[in-house]
């Protein structure tokens, strides 16, 4: 299994100014094995109320196929512009892992965000909240329903 | 271009041939799709369907229509995914979709051999190879056949010629486009040409008022459902998201209240010129096209394997040369032309008698003509023709070399042909002109070697030996097959009360199978048609000589008819047969002097033992309408075949017989009855008959000069039917 690993540097709100009050958050997106080509992933998160607040890393460099993560699309679009630069990379294949870290602000941490992933491949499915997991303190995992298979979130 | 053909081609054959098998097997998709996708009726405008699809489908989220038109629904009530085929009339569930495995794994085999962006440019290179392969294919094939004209005339040689040539020149249109189409795809993935990728841009929010109906969507209406792709609905809880569509044409957005396009992205004239590519080259959602792609590349295989058997054959009859001198030592050169290598045979006998006689001679082919042989007194040329008159394989830079040669040695040249073509050793002609223009003094006139006839070779050894003044024996036999006991049954003997006496010999078939696989270019000598040809070696020589055969080997005998020569070694060992001898022979096929399989008319002409390939001919006839024309000397003495030509004509296999007789009161030639039946022939010729004329040469341009009288007022002459593969010569 090969391991994509992505540091993430956030120059937004979210991440905080100081060591103290930021966590380094590691999100983990297991692959089922499939075979076709390599996925197109968004990772996102939204506040409490359902809406998007920052896309922490999208897979995949063809901007032609970004149209086919709907639920990050519809986010983005409604939030205004986004920047991918240093967010962006390579789209993962079947049976890999892609690990996205991401330094989060403590307000963010046990107060019902959540993050969000959307996969899609080219003559393939496209999944819209492929796994959504909660941002919580405790390591947790939750199962996808496209081509993800385990989400999981520890820091 | 031979050699590049020839190299590309063994090269590339695995991965062509693995490219065309799995591209055939895709091929089936389009068809199959084709078959299995309803036929649409009256259907909705894209907003109508939309609306019947949101009702019936629970938490839809984008419908897909696909180039065959199948229309397939997303959707995720909450709980579970689900993908169905719905109906594009009435917008309900047909059944659910599942996207074939099958295909989407040979799919992605031919694209990139599940091997990534390498596999992908193995895609690109393979393309690339059949690409270049089919254009220096058509290159070679207007050489051989003598012009863009010609190209579709009747294909000449051996078996694996035949097939090869047969096949490549039905199947390189589609070929020439899955393979063109095919390289731009790779060039397009690696961004070799203008990215064909629409520019991505986020959607705009929508007005967030209360949505309308669906099917009330302007929007949506003015859009019939064959231009649709795809649509996306807006998400269920969300007011302000839109409808997000992609058309023929381009993509845009429609709010979900107003029904307006709150923008729309035309297709860019690289994503027009992809789309366009993309369709030529896998026919999807056009089965016709589809199809005809996918018997294209159903030729490849066959294609490859016929290819290199050529190669294999060409390389095998390169003789080697033993103690070849350097061109720098040699007093005699000798530069050989060979279109398939049998030319070397005769070379090399050529350089082994000169060497035995003391001489250091240099070979080597006609392209490595050196600017000087500053010892050389002597150079010969030995030149096939390349058919119509053009330079063989290893001579086609032979006369702009020349213009270099700075040594004036003399100079003989033997041309090698077939004198049943219009333009025999033209090419050799052009070559002894050129020498002469040079400056250089002829050793010896040119002369012809008619189908690589060893008894031309050896006289022409004699006319050397006084040339030169030294003792040759040239006795080069082309490399013969192995031969075969045939087992004589029966023979008749005819004509000698008007001295020229025929024998009519039939023969026994062998049991044994013998050498290479017919497709390969081998022959079985148990298996072979009328009109093929048998070598015999007389007891005591090894050159052999060919009869035409009569009989097809499904008969079971092999049947001949010899005239008896005044001193003739061969034909006085056959008429001194009993039945019960056997004869040293090999078959030889003359694919190139068979009837064409059709139900015009058939005109046979022939004289003497001439006759016995076309009454084979008549044999197996079962629906062509037969004329025949048969010259002899006495119906009393020389008339072969007479009860089976009355025979056949009370059967209907033979529809007329017309006798000429040359010792009778009133008689004459074969010629003179054609003359006569001027207007009918005329009449046969228009409804498309095809003229077969065996014999001897004399006979051969008799009938050719009666023939072209005949064609005359019709502005037709014998060369236009042979170029048609309407008139063939056997003659000797």
């Known amino acids: 299994m090969k391991k994509l690993a992505a540091m993430l540097m956030l120059a937004t709100a979210l991440v905080a100014p100081g060591v103290a009050v930021a966590r380094d958050v590691t999100i983990e997106a297991q692959m089922v094995r499939y075979s076709g080509h390599a996925a197109y992933l968004a990772v996102y998160l939204t506040d409490p109320s359902g809406a998007y607040r920052s896309t922490l890393w999208v897979s995949g460099h063809k901007t032609k196929y970004y149209g086919t993560l709907r639920g990050w699309v519809r986010g983005v679009s409604q939030a205004g512009s986004i920047s991918l630069d240093g967010i962006s990379g390579a789209s993962v294949g079947g049976g890999q892992t892609l690990t996205v870290h991401a330094d989060l602000a403590d307000a963010l941490i046990d107060a019902g965000y959540t993050i969000h992933v959307d996969t899609a491949v080219e003559n393939g499915g496209e999944f819209a909240d492929d796994a959504v997991i909660e941002v919580t303190s405790n390591s947790a995992s939750v199962d996808g329903s496209g081509y993800i298979d385990k989400l999981s979130i520890s820091m | ?732």
């Open chain 2, 1 to 732: 271009m031979r050699r590049f053909h020839g190299f590309a081609g063994l090269a590339g054959l695995a991965l062509a041939t693995f490219m065309a098998v799995t591209g055939f097997v895709l091929s089936l998709q389009p068809l199959l799709d084709a078959v299995t996708t309803a036929p649409v009726g009256d259907a909705p405008s894209v907003a109508e369907l939309a609306g019947l699809v949101a009702e019936q489908v629970p938490g839809v989220e984008r419908l897909a229509r696909s180039a065959s038109g199948q229309l397939v629904a997303y959707a995720f009530d909450g709980t579970a995914r689900s993908a169905d085929i719905v109906d594009p009339t009435t917008g309900g569930v047909i059944g659910t979709y599942a996207p074939s495995a099958f295909f989407t794994f040979f799919t992605e085999l031919h694209r990139s051999l599940f091997l990534d962006w390498a596999g992908h440019g193995a895609a690109g290179i393979a393309s690339l190879g059949i690409l270049a392969l089919s254009l220096s294919g058509i290159g070679l094939l207007v050489r051989k056949m003598g012009g863009w004209r010609q190209l579709l005339a009747r294909v000449r040689g051996t078996g694996p010629q035949r097939l090869h040539t047969s096949l490549a020149r039905a199947a390189v249109i589609a070929l020439l486009l899955t393979a063109a189409t095919g390289t731009y795809m790779s060039a397009a993935y690696f961004e070799l040409v203008a990215s064909s990728d629409s520019a991505f841009s986020f959607p705009p929010a929508g007005e967030g008022a209360v949505p309308a109906p669906i099917a009330s969507l302007e929007g949506l209406a003015s859009l019939p459902l064959s231009e649709l792709r795809e649509l996306v609905f807006p998400a269920a809880d969300d007011a302000s998201d839109v409808f997000s569509v992609t058309t023929a044409t381009g993509q845009g957005y429609i709010d979900q209240a107003t029904g307006a396009f709150l923008s729309f992205t035309p297709n860019s004239i690289w994503q027009q010129v992809y789309e366009f590519i993309y369709l030529l080259h896998t026919g999807q959602g056009a089965p016709l096209l589809a199809a005809l792609l996918g018997l294209g590349a159903l030729a490849v295989p066959t294609l490859a394997a016929t290819g290199a058997a050529i190669w294999w054959l060409r390389r095998r009859a390169m003789p080697r040369i033993a103690h070849n001198q350097p061109p720098r030592e040699a007093d005699t050169v000798i530069l050989v032309g060979s279109e398939s290598g049998s030319t070397w045979g005769f070379a090399a006998d050529l350089h082994k008698a000169l060497s035995a006689a003391g001489h250091r001679v240099h070979i080597a082919a006609m392209n490595e003509l050196r600017p000087a042989y500053p010892r050389a007194s002597r150079l010969f040329v030995l030149a096939a023709t390349y058919g119509d008159g053009a330079a063989p394989a290893s001579a086609r830079q032979f006369l702009g070399r020349l213009k270099a040669l700075a040594s004036r040695p003399a100079f003989a040249v033997l041309g090698f042909g077939d004198r049943s073509f219009p333009q025999f050793c033209a090419y050799a002609s052009q070559v002894e002109a050129a020498l002469a223009a040079h400056g250089l003094r002829p050793l010896l006139p040119i002369c012809g070697i008619d189908r690589q006839s060893s008894a031309d070779f050896a006289a022409w050894g004699r006319s050397v030996s006084e040339a030169i003044g030294a003792e040759l024996t040239l006795t080069h036999i082309p490399p013969r097959p192995r031969t075969t006991s045939f087992v004589l049954d029966e023979r008749t003997l005819y004509g000698v009360e008007v001295q020229a006496p025929v024998a009519l010999l039939r023969f026994a078939v062998p049991k044994r199978r013998s050498g290479l696989p017919a497709w390969l270019g081998g022959h079985d000598h148990r298996q072979f048609e009328a009109g093929d040809l048998v070598g015999i070696l007389p007891p005591g020589t090894d050159i052999p000589r060919y009869y035409s055969i009569a009989s097809s080997s499904r008969e079971g005998l092999m049947e001949i008819c010899v005239r008896k020569q005044a001193g003739g070694l061969c034909s006085e060992f056959l008429h001194g047969l009993a039945p019960g001898d056997a004869i040293e022979a090999f078959i030889r096929p003359n694919p190139d002097f068979r009837p064409e399989r059709s139900r015009r008319p058939l005109i046979l002409i022939g004289a003497g033992a001439g006759i016995a390939p076309l009454a084979g001919f008549v044999r197996s006839n079962r629906r062509r309408p037969i004329h025949l024309f048969f010259g002899a000397r006495d119906p009393g003495s020389d008339f072969l075949y007479r009860d089976e030509f009355q025979e056949a004509l009370a059967e209907g296999r033979l529809t007329s017989l017309t006798t000429a007789f040359s010792r009778v009161l009133g008689g004459g030639y074969v010629q003179d009855r054609l003359l006569d039946e001027a207007g009918a022939l005329r009449d046969l010729v228009r409804s498309g008959a095809q003229i077969m004329v065996c014999g001897g040469r004399d006979m051969a341009n008799g009938v050719r000069e009666a023939i072209d009288a005949c064609l005359m007022p019709l502005g037709l002459s014998v060369q236009d039917l042979k170029r048609e593969g309407l008139y063939l010569e056997d003659a000797y």
